[in-house]
């Protein structure tokens, strides 16, 4: 008679290794503590029902200090107390270290029930952090030669598999919640009274209720950005007390204490949970079902199967191996998959590709090209999680000129460590680049291969990069200028976006804009070779200048219609908006309309009037003529001069020395158009214009194209002698003045006097220029 399955090993909970609340607590005050001090920018992206209903976390390792804080940022959360798996070097000894890493729960690797203690523990409602590749990996390298997973392990010297150990561990987990609601079934209310108490739950209905949850890992990803290896005071800190420290830790206080000190983003992302019951086959529930009656305590699940057992056993627990094997795979794809591609990682990958074709250096602007084009498609992916500065036009949006923060910092760091040199605008990919570097240098020595292996995993990315690297040299000015408005509209949503949080409801909730705030690219099907730019005015949006827009573009204009930065969002957008940034606006739409078409005309309606005059002062290419309607120089309102610097000066010094956002931030403002202007106008906006327009009157006499200015006789903004001081300074020849009788300010929008077919009549003569001027 073959022998029982069964292990008869009792659930134990030895004091030492209770979890304490008061350590847990205070470990969590000074985890919030230290965010604030130190410069790492943590941020945890999730949906809901991952840190409710997720049993096992699973995390990439590449810093030590970095185990630390998923635990912190679930109990912040969700309130729930984590176990975390830690070496057991850390609990060699009886000493303080050792105590306090028990008390906030933390299990060493070694733990001789390691698997059944967590899993009880999940059954009383805590949470198991687990980082499966058992070590750092510092070159980020989780790719072997023939497609698979594996890692380098310091301790074996070789390149392995990933742990099982997680997958082993729900498998486990979800057997015996299996067992316990076989045994509800069967109506063994002994049995679940011990395991009850065994695990020390209050009742048996609390019992029942953890075994009906769902078995669940939840994959996350470890993302830092940007790395650095300048020298930082930690490191020397260390080392001015200890000259001894041994290269490994050096490197890693080089690295972590950059992550630390610098500004360095962690992104933390958790993916979409995994239920470890699809793993089951109809086979499994069916050997699980015959084996649960023998199952007395959750170690009997994972007891040693001898040729003795039945042939169910050996078979259920080949089984299990084999289902471990492939939830394994599974996890560890999601782990990477959640990874946070930036900037340096495209750079890399770009440079790796560049190299396997032969390539060791490229034109700059190429190269910028390159780039700019994988951040495009890399966009249109949606398997891709991008950094949020590869989602914000504003900071990769002028790749193309080589002028990027982020580009900036991963070519000195590149150049910083001889892999990249900047010679006669050509990179240069230096010899360093292919060089091999051991597990404890490849941080400090070679940090684009590092960038290059994070996002190997990805397999999209590498096609991202073939497609860029393809195509960059044949792309047209059109499908550039194509992209770039796609940036306007990703502008558009992400200020929206990130100016629609609960802070900011109260002020949006009084807004009465209802009209599309963002900005439109009109091109007709047989297009004029003149192209118009309409900027709309201060508080509005392009929604001012879209019917004119549509107007135009019927009659063969491409038109584009940008919005200033601040506008068409939020109030609190405008609030910390310059006039330059404005003007960035209109460049980036002439840019665009360049492209184009042959020849521009500006046409700005007020606050829009006064940047297409400071953008005509510029003396870009291609620009046929302007159009100014309403500019302030002057306006009706004296306080402009006067109480608003004054107020604004108030706001600095209040925000400066108090978390209050100023005496008055912002001020009510009934406008002719509420469904498309602000209600609620920022007072730093009022000064921002009051500063544009010194600037404007001081640049008037560079302009030297065909101007058309339009005022109203009595307009109650700006002062009507405006279109005189603009006349008067203005460099052109080819100029004219249309009065049109009326109060009103906002003409062009209700085309009063006829503003439009004025404006019309204008381009057509712009337009018979262009088209009879030589080639």
Same mark, same amino acid.
């Given at each position: 008679?073959?022998? %029982? $399955?069964?292990?008869? =090993?009792?659930?134990?909970?030895?004091?030492? &290794?209770?979890?304490?609340? +008061?350590? /847990?607590?205070? !470990?969590?005050?000074?985890?919030?503590?230290?965010?604030?001090?130190?410069?790492?920018?943590?941020?945890?992206?999730?949906?809901?029902?991952?840190?409710?209903?997720?049993?096992?976390?699973?995390?990439?390792?590449?810093?030590?200090?970095?185990?630390?804080?998923?635990?912190?940022?679930?109990?912040?959360?969700?309130?729930?107390?984590?176990?975390?798996?830690?070496?057991?070097?850390?609990?060699?000894?009886?000493?303080?270290?050792?105590?306090?890493?028990?008390?906030?729960?933390?299990?060493?690797?070694?733990?001789?029930?390691?698997?059944?203690?967590?899993?009880?523990?999940?059954?009383?409602?805590?949470?198991?952090?687990?980082? %499966? $590749?058992?070590?750092? =990996?510092?070159?980020?390298?989780?790719?072997? &030669?023939?497609?698979?997973? +594996?890692? /380098?392990?310091? !301790?074996?010297?070789?390149?392995?598999?990933?742990?099982?150990?997680?997958?082993?561990?729900?498998?486990?987990?979800?057997?015996?919640?299996?067992?316990?609601?076989?045994?509800?079934?069967?109506?063994?209310?002994?049995?679940?009274?011990?395991?009850?108490?065994?695990?020390?739950?209050?009742?048996?209905?609390?019992?029942?209720?953890?075994?009906?949850?769902?078995?669940?890992?939840?994959?996350?990803?470890?993302?830092?950005?940007?790395?650095?290896?300048?020298?930082?005071?930690?490191?020397?800190?260390?080392?001015?007390?200890?000259?001894?420290?041994?290269?490994?830790?050096?490197?890693?206080?080089?690295?972590?204490?950059?992550?630390?000190?610098?500004?360095?983003?962690?992104?933390?992302?958790?993916?979409?949970?995994?239920?470890?019951?699809?793993?089951?086959?109809?086979?499994?529930?069916?050997?699980?079902?015959?084996?649960?009656?023998?199952?007395?305590?959750?170690?009997?699940?994972?007891?040693?199967?001898?040729?003795?057992?039945?042939?169910?056993?050996?078979?259920?627990?080949?089984?299990?191996?084999?289902?471990?094997?492939?939830?394994?795979?599974?996890?560890?794809?999601?782990?990477?998959?959640?990874?946070?591609?930036?900037?340096?990682?495209?750079?890399?990958?770009?440079?790796?590709?560049?190299?396997?074709?032969?390539?060791?250096?490229?034109?700059?602007?190429?190269?910028?090209?390159?780039?700019?084009?994988?951040?495009?498609?890399?966009?249109?992916?949606?398997?891709?999680?991008?950094?949020?500065?590869?989602?914000?036009?504003?900071?990769?949006?002028?790749?193309?000129?080589?002028?990027?923060?982020?580009?900036?910092?991963?070519?000195?760091?590149?150049?910083?460590?001889?892999?990249?040199?900047?010679?006669?605008?050509?990179?240069?990919?230096?010899?360093?680049?292919?060089?091999?570097?051991?597990?404890?240098?490849?941080?400090?020595?070679?940090?684009?291969?590092?960038?290059?292996?994070?996002?190997?995993?990805?397999?999209?990315?590498?096609?991202?990069?073939?497609?860029?690297?393809?195509?960059?040299?044949?792309?047209?000015?059109?499908?550039?200028?194509?992209?770039?408005?796609?940036?306007?509209?990703?502008?558009?949503?992400?200020?929206?976006?990130?100016?629609?949080?609960?802070?900011?409801?109260?002020?949006?909730?009084?807004?009465?804009?209802?009209?599309?705030?963002?900005?439109?690219?009109?091109?007709?099907?047989?297009?004029?070779?003149?192209?118009?730019?309409?900027?709309?005015?201060?508080?509005?949006?392009?929604?001012?200048?879209?019917?004119?827009?549509?107007?135009?573009?019927?009659?063969?204009?491409?038109?584009?219609?940008?919005?200033?930065?601040?506008?068409?969002?939020?109030?609190?957008?405008?609030?910390?908006?310059?006039?330059?940034?404005?003007?960035?606006?209109?460049?980036?739409?002439?840019?665009?309309?360049?492209?184009?078409?042959?020849?521009?005309?500006?046409?700005?309606?007020?606050?829009?009037?006064?940047?297409?005059?400071?953008?005509?002062?510029?003396?870009?290419?291609?620009?046929?003529?302007?159009?100014?309607?309403?500019?302030?120089?002057?306006?009706?309102?004296?306080?402009?001069?006067?109480?608003?610097?004054?107020?604004?000066?108030?706001?600095?010094?209040?925000?400066?020395?108090?978390?209050?956002?100023?005496?008055?931030?912002?001020?009510?403002?009934?406008?002719?158009?509420?469904?498309?202007?602000?209600?609620?106008?920022?007072?730093?906006?009022?000064?921002?214009?009051?500063?544009?327009?010194?600037?404007?009157?001081?640049?008037?006499?560079?302009?030297?194209?065909?101007?058309?200015?339009?005022?109203?006789?009595?307009?109650?903004?700006?002062?009507?002698?405006?279109?005189?001081?603009?006349?008067?300074?203005?460099?052109?020849?080819?100029?004219?003045?249309?009065?049109?009788?009326?109060?009103?300010?906002?003409?062009?929008?209700?085309?009063?006097?006829?503003?439009?077919?004025?404006?019309?009549?204008?381009?057509?003569?712009?337009?018979?220029?262009?088209?009879?001027?030589?080639?």
């Amino acid at each position: 008679m073959s022998q %029982p $399955e069964t292990l008869s =090993v009792p659930i134990d909970y030895e004091p030492e &290794t209770e979890i304490s609340s +008061s350590a /847990y607590n205070w !470990s969590i005050r000074l985890f919030s503590l230290l965010e604030k001090m130190l410069s790492i920018n943590i941020k945890m992206h999730h949906n809901e029902g991952q840190l409710e209903h997720g049993e096992i976390f699973l995390f990439n390792h590449f810093a030590r200090f970095e185990t630390f804080i998923p635990q912190s940022l679930i109990y912040r959360e969700t309130g729930a107390y984590s176990r975390s798996i830690a070496s057991s070097e850390f609990f060699s000894g009886d000493d303080m270290f050792s105590d306090y890493l028990l008390s906030v729960g933390a299990v060493p690797h070694n733990h001789t029930r390691l698997i059944p203690y967590l899993a009880g523990e999940i059954l009383r409602g805590r949470k198991v952090i687990i980082f %499966p $590749e058992g070590g750092m =990996v510092k070159d980020r390298r989780v790719i072997d &030669t023939k497609g698979g997973f +594996s890692i /380098y392990s310091r !301790s074996a010297m070789e390149r392995r598999k990933h742990h099982t150990g997680a997958a082993l561990l729900s498998l486990t987990l979800d057997i015996f919640k299996q067992t316990i609601l076989q045994a509800q079934k069967r109506g063994d209310d002994s049995q679940l009274e011990k395991w009850a108490a065994d695990l020390k739950l209050d009742d048996v209905e609390s019992l029942l209720s953890a075994a009906a949850r769902p078995s669940t890992i939840v994959p996350a990803n470890i993302t830092f950005y940007p790395m650095r290896v300048d020298e930082n005071v930690l490191r020397r800190g260390v080392e001015l007390f200890n000259r001894g420290i041994s290269r490994r830790l050096s490197e890693e206080l080089l690295i972590e204490g950059n992550i630390l000190l610098k500004h360095t983003d962690m992104d933390i992302r958790l993916g979409n949970l995994i239920h470890t019951h699809k793993y089951w086959g109809w086979l499994d529930h069916h050997l699980i079902a015959r084996a649960a009656l023998r199952f007395n305590t959750i170690d009997d699940v994972l007891a040693p199967v001898t040729p003795g057992h039945r042939l169910t056993g050996r078979l259920r627990a080949k089984r299990i191996k084999y289902k471990a094997l492939a939830l394994r795979d599974d996890y560890m794809h999601a782990v990477y998959a959640q990874s946070t591609v930036n900037l340096s990682h495209l750079a890399s990958k770009i440079i790796y590709e560049l190299l396997e074709h032969g390539l060791t250096d490229i034109d700059s602007a190429l190269f910028h090209r390159m780039l700019y084009l994988a951040v495009k498609h890399a966009q249109q992916e949606s398997s891709v999680i991008l950094h949020r500065s590869l989602e914000n036009p504003e900071a990769y949006g002028n790749l193309l000129t080589g002028e990027c923060k982020g580009l900036d910092q991963f070519i000195h760091t590149a150049s910083n460590l001889g892999l990249i040199k900047l010679e006669d605008n050509i990179y240069q990919f230096l010899p360093k680049l292919c060089e091999e570097y051991g597990f404890d240098d490849i941080r400090t020595e070679n940090l684009v291969a590092v960038y290059a292996n994070e996002v190997a995993t990805i397999s999209c990315i590498a096609t991202v990069i073939r497609k860029t690297i393809a195509e960059a040299a044949e792309i047209t000015e059109q499908q550039l200028a194509m992209f770039h408005f796609d940036d306007e509209i990703a502008s558009y949503r992400w200020d929206k976006s990130h100016h629609s949080k609960p802070r900011h409801r109260e002020l949006n909730d009084k807004e009465t804009a209802t009209q599309d705030g963002a900005p439109f690219l009109l091109l007709p099907d047989n297009p004029k070779s003149l192209g118009i730019i309409l900027v709309h005015g201060f508080l509005a949006s392009p929604a001012e200048v879209r019917t004119f827009g549509e107007k135009l573009a019927a009659m063969g204009y491409p038109v584009i219609g940008p919005r200033l930065k601040g506008h068409g969002t939020s109030p609190w957008d405008l609030r910390k908006r310059t006039w330059e940034d404005w003007l960035a606006s209109v460049q980036h739409a002439y840019q665009i309309m360049a492209r184009l078409t042959d020849q521009v005309c500006l046409v700005g309606f007020s606050t829009g009037g006064a940047l297409a005059l400071q953008l005509a002062a510029e003396q870009p290419s291609q620009l046929a003529g302007i159009v100014a309607i309403s500019v302030p120089i002057k306006f009706q309102d004296s306080n402009m001069s006067f109480v608003i610097p004054v107020i604004h000066g108030a706001n600095k010094l209040v925000r400066w020395i108090s978390s209050y956002e100023g005496v008055m931030p912002f001020h009510a403002h009934e406008s002719e158009h509420p469904d498309i202007n602000y209600f609620s106008m920022p007072v730093h906006g009022l000064f921002e214009l009051g500063q544009m327009v010194g600037k404007v009157k001081s640049n008037l006499g560079n302009i030297h194209c065909p101007a058309f200015l339009i005022q109203g006789t009595d307009d109650t903004v700006v002062k009507p002698d405006s279109v005189q001081i603009i006349y008067d300074n203005i460099g052109s020849h080819d100029k004219n003045i249309l009065m049109v009788d009326t109060e009103r300010h906002g003409i062009l929008y209700e085309d009063i006097g006829e503003t439009q077919d004025e404006v019309i009549r204008f381009l057509a003569k712009l337009e018979a220029n262009v088209d009879s001027s030589p080639e």
